[in-house]
Structures are given as structure tokens and as C-alpha cells.
């Protein structure tokens, strides 16, 4: 089978890598896969494939007028990537990718589009890297009502939360070291404002439930502004901090948002380094969960050829998510939460259990209160941290 790549980067290079290196075993066993043409971006820029003669274009026509029956995307591009994605579908070609900003602003329109044209849209790789969630969640959605997911979807943020946790150093100097490490990308704004990670929530909840969950619905708060002072605070509590993506249909409303947690040392999420973990609850089984790595050059690269081999083996999920069913996301659930913040607003003066002053900030503990509350009361305020208190998972 003839693919093409779009995207000869971080994950890009690593899927060449896995192709040519086990090229010989995958032939063995009927998948014999050609990489016609690799779409980049920069023509000049020098590469060091594996395969000698892979021939690379910066012209996109290319491809779409090509006879290759998948397109693997690995760019970065939103927009242009979407619009490539639609004209490549409409081509009849399979799209493989690992583009969450894509997958989830367009989750619906490129599945309606794979269901009209027959062709597959895998997606694997865009949620938890090399963890198997997205294929697992599509089968048991076939047959089984599942109404609560949640973990790390994040790995940047876990290694920075756990290294704080761990080695007491501020914010700033982990980041710092986790972008040495490659760890973190130059502009972790998406990754540790949690962004990202919403990204990955609105896929997952809108899978499982097979309704739409807007991106702009989820209430998302990073781990930019943390402090080791809230460390110190959540550990003089017996908690940790790590941010989590929580999704939970309850009654026909959902309760959705990413957001920094005080969890407990048993918690199932609370991992080290770049893990992610994630948990997911159906009416067939209480729960089961996941853990491994979520990012990376070649664990990437595995769910993007898993994804491809589906293809080719014709094991594929054809695309059936049809968003037709309709929740309104509500955040009504209460909970305790964790604020540190310069000036604590009137609005909360209520709902306040515990204040006190440390280096001229106050940390507040409040009774429960939803998101849906208190969300309003933080839009527009000054610099904060927010946690929420996850007592009972
Ligand atoms: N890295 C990870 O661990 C990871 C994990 C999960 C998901 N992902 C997702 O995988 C995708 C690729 O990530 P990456 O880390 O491999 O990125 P990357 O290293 O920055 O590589 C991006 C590649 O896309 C190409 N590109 C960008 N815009 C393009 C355009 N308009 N037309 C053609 N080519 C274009 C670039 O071309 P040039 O080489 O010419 O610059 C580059 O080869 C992203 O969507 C990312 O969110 C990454």
C-alpha cells in the first residue's frame, strides 16, 4: 500500500523510523507499505530519513493528486491541516493523525465527512500518545454506555507537578529543565494552561457520549501561576497537585473541565515524569484504567503505525460517531476547592472554610461550591491559582 506523510518532524520522523526499520517483519506478515512522498513545509530545510530515497515536496497538490489510498498527518497546523484533511477525505484517501487541535475543533465535521466517503479517520495518537484509548473507547461506545472519564492528559505538566512535588523547586526552574530535556516545547503555553488537555477531554466525552462538547464549554485552568507555597499547602493537607481532565454525564448533564487537583498519595493518577493516566467508568464494568507515556518521538510514532495497520489489515473502525446525542454542559457538581490569590473577591466571602495569609497572598479553602458558581466569580480577576479537592475518586 502507497501512504503519504504530511508532517517530517518529531513524530513524522519517528513513524519513517518504525516503517523502515521493521519493514521486513510487517512484509512477513502481508503489510507492505511504501511512503510515496513526505509533505514539509520547508524545502531547503536539511533531512536524514532512513529510506535514502524518500522524496519530499512543500507542495500539497502533490498529494492530494497522488495515488496513495492514506495520508498520515503529523504537521502542526490547524487551519491548513483541516482544509488538507477535507480535500484529501473527498479524494477518498484515509486520514491517519495525531493533530488533537484539529481532531478536536473539526471532530465533528471529519467524521461526517469519513462516514460519507467511506474512507477511515484514525485519530489514535491525538489523545494519550502511545496509550490505546481511542480505539478501546470506540468499541466498547458500539455497546456500552460509559459516563464518567478522567486522568493525566497531559505529560509536560505531570513532569513539571511531579518534579516540584519531588525536588521542591519552583515552577520556573523545572520548566526551564524540562525544556532543556525536550520535555516541554519553547511555548508551553498550550500545555501547561491546560489547553492541550482540554483538547484531548472534548475528544474523549464527545466520543463516549456521542454528543458534541464545545471546546469553549470546558472550564480550563492551567499550572502557569503555581507556587511552591501551594504545594506546601496541599502536602500540609496530605495531598498532592496534579492537573487532571475530568469528564462525568450524570442525569443527562455533564460536568466537564481541566483543572489542578489536590490528590491523595493512592490516587491512581498521581504519576511521575511525563505519564499520563486515565480512567474511564461504564454501565458493563465499574471502571478500568490506563497508564503510560502520552508524548514522545517513537511512542507517538507506535499509535500513528498501529492506526495504519488497522488501515491496511483492514481492522479499521469505520468513523460512527455521529453526535447525536445532545447533553448541555452544566458544571453543577460541588466541590471543595483551593485558591491562592492576592485579594480574595466579596463575591466569595460565603462560601469561604478556611482562609489565611501567606507572603501577602491569601489561601483560601472553600465549601462546596460548582464551578458553574465559582467560574464567574474568577473570570477577569488578577493573577490566581485554582485546585480543585478531589476527596472522593
Ligand atoms: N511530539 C509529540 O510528542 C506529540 C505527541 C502527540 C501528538 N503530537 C502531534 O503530532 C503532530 C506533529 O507534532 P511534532 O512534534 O512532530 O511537530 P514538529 O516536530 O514541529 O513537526 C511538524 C512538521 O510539520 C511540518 N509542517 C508544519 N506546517 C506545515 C504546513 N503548513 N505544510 C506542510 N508541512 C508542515 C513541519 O515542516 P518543516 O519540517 O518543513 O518545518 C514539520 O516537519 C502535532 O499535531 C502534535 O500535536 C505530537
Redesign the pocket.
Known amino acids: 500500500m502507497k501512504i503519504a506523510i504530511?508532517?517530517?518532524?518529531?513524530?513524522?520522523?519517528?513513524v519513517e523510523e518504525i516503517l523502515y526499520k521493521k519493514r521486513d517483519r510487517l512484509k512477513k506478515n502481508g503489510i507492505d507499505i511504501e511512503i510515496e512522498k513526505v509533505?514539509?513545509?520547508?524545502?531547503k530545510?536539511e533531512?536524514s530519513p532512513f529510506e535514502k530515497n524518500l522524496i519530499f515536496t512543500?507542495n500539497?497538490d502533490e498529494i492530494l493528486s497522488s495515488d496513495v489510498d492514506t495520508v498520515i498527518?503529523?504537521?502542526?497546523?490547524l487551519e491548513?491541516?483541516y482544509q488538507r484533511m477535507l480535500a484529501l477525505m473527498k479524494a477518498g484517501k484515509n486520514i491517519v493523525?495525531?493533530?488533537?487541535?484539529?481532531v478536536s475543533k473539526y471532530f465533528e465535521e471529519l467524521n461526517k465527512l469519513a462516514r460519507e466517503k467511506e474512507v477511515y479517520f484514525a485519530y489514535e495518537?491525538?489523545v494519550g500518545?502511545a496509550i490505546p484509548l481511542i480505539h478501546p473507547f470506540m468499541e466498547e461506545a458500539i455497546f456500552n454506555d460509559m459516563d464518567k472519564v478522567f486522568g493525566i492528559l497531559n505529560?509536560t505538566s505531570s513532569y513539571i507537578l511531579s518534579k516540584m512535588e519531588r525536588e521542591g523547586l519552583s515552577y520556573e526552574d523545572v520548566l526551564k529543565k524540562a525544556q532543556d530535556l525536550g520535555f516541554a516545547e519553547a511555548d508551553p503555553t498550550a500545555d501547561v494552561g491546560g489547553v492541550?488537555a482540554m483538547r484531548k477531554i472534548r475528544i474523549l466525552s464527545s466520543l463516549i457520549y456521542n454528543a458534541k462538547i464545545n471546546e469553549a464549554e470546558i472550564p480550563t485552568y492551567g499550572i502557569e501561576n503555581i507556587k511552591k507555597i501551594d504545594f506546601d499547602f496541599a502536602r500540609e493537607m496530605g495531598f498532592s497537585i496534579r492537573m487532571l481532565a475530568k469528564s462525568q454525564l450524570s442525569n443527562g448533564l455533564v460536568n466537564i473541565s481541566v483543572i489542578p487537583s489536590f490528590v491523595g498519595d493512592d490516587f491512581f493518577a498521581k504519576t511521575f515524569d511525563a505519564t499520563n493516566a486515565v480512567k474511564i467508568w461504564g454501565e458493563n464494568f465499574i471502571s478500568y484504567e490506563f497508564k503510560g507515556p502520552?508524548?514522545?518521538?517513537l511512542?507517538?510514532a507506535d499509535a500513528v503505525v498501529r492506526d495504519l495497520f488497522r488501515i491496511v489489515s483492514k481492522r479499521e473502525i469505520p468513523a460512527f460517531y455521529d453526535g447525536s446525542k445532545s447533553y448541555k454542559v452544566e458544571n453543577a457538581v460541588k466541590n471543595k476547592f483551593y485558591l491562592r490569590i492576592k485579594e480574595s473577591p466579596k463575591a466569595l466571602k460565603d462560601v469561604i472554610k478556611y482562609e489565611k495569609v501567606k507572603a501577602g497572598d491569601q489561601l483560601i479553602i472553600t465549601k462546596k461550591i460548582s464551578l458553574k458558581e465559582l467560574k464567574p466569580i474568577l473570570d477577569g480577576l488578577g493573577e490566581f491559582f485554582l485546585a480543585e479537592i478531589e476527596e472522593n475518586i
Open positions: 504530511m508532517g517530517f518532524g518529531t513524530v513524522g520522523t519517528g509533505l514539509i513545509k520547508n524545502i530545510k533531512r512543500d500539497f498527518d503529523l504537521t502542526t497546523n491548513d491541516t493523525t495525531a493533530n488533537k487541535a484539529v495518537a491525538a500518545g505529560g492541550a502520552g508524548a514522545g518521538r511512542e507517538t
